[in-house]
């Protein structure tokens, strides 16, 4: 089968545990105003690569992937479902650590086709890093294009499924910096029993330059970055909530 890819990074160590293969998929249906991959969101665009093409190009830089594998990110991964899933059943066929980064945007509960393949993906599927744009409804409808409903229960299906998760959460001034945003993040947060990790990460203005490019409006056009400092504080107040709510779970 084939799959639209937008690149490929044959050293990544920032997207999952040790050293990464990462597979940009092309195609997004999130609209988020911070993005800094806006060439990622065409669909049916790209290179066709074949799954087992990239996994010969794993194999060439094998000894290097020891304490990682392959993480596959977009765009939006699971908008090319049927491709991930023969491409992380072939990793695990040749003992590959596989990882999934996404928003969880497509997900919708109930019994559905999709949702078949989902649970076929998630039986190969070692860690998924799992971004939570905006913990509001209205908010993230306004930062994104979409609703939060699905990525929620998305959420709550991993846990289900006891999938390992990393959460990432950009923290954007005057956005997603709010206290009591941050607290009611870290509160849902609690309420799942497989965050492994959490990752908040300061809102940069690196990707203004391919909207340039391409000839698109800057939607956050004259909003400063993020600081580190504002980033740990952010990070502080969702952890405190989150081991708030855990106590009380394990009590």
């Known amino acids: 089968m084939n799959g639209y890819i937008h690149s490929t990074e044959s050293f990544g160590t920032v997207d999952g545990p040790g050293v990464r293969f990462v597979i940009f998929l092309q195609g997004c249906p ?3 105003q911070y993005c800094h991959n806006p060439d990622t969101w065409k669909m049916n665009s790209g290179s066709v690569r074949s799954a087992q093409s ?3 190009e794993y194999e060439r ?3 290097f992937y020891t304490s990682g594998g392959i993480t596959v990110t977009g765009g939006e991964a699971l908008m090319q479902i049927d491709f991930l899933l023969e491409l992380f059943q ?3 066929q040749n003992g590959i650590h596989t990882c999934l980064d996404t928003s969880g945007v497509t997900y919708r509960p109930g019994v559905s086709e999709y949702n078949r393949k989902l649970d076929d993906l998630m039986a190969v599927t070692d860690l998924v890093m799992l971004d939570i744009k905006h913990i509001d409804p209205a908010g993230h409808k306004v930062l994104t294009g979409h609703d939060n409903a699905g990525i929620l229960a998305f959420a709550r299906y991993l846990d289900e499924k006891n999938i390992p998760v990393w959460i990432r959460h950009v923290v954007v001034p005057g956005i ?3 206290p009591q945003l941050l607290t009611r993040l870290g509160e849902f947060l609690g309420t799942l ?3 492994k990790a959490l990752d908040v990460l300061p809102y940069h203005i690196m990707g203004v330059s391919k909207y340039k490019e391409l000839d698109i409006p800057y939607p956050l056009e004259g909003v400063e ?3 580190k400092k504002q980033a740990m504080t952010a990070k502080q107040i969702i952890l405190t909530a989150y081991w708030k709510i855990r106590k009380r779970a394990k009590a």
């Open 30 to 32: 999130m609209r988020c």
């Open 193 to 195: 029993s497989n965050v």
């Open 176 to 178: 997603t910096d709010d």
């Open 90 to 92: 072939l990793a695990k």
């Open 61 to 63: 830089n094998k000894a």
């Open 225 to 227: 970055p993020a600081t």
């Open 54 to 56: 990239l996994i010969r």
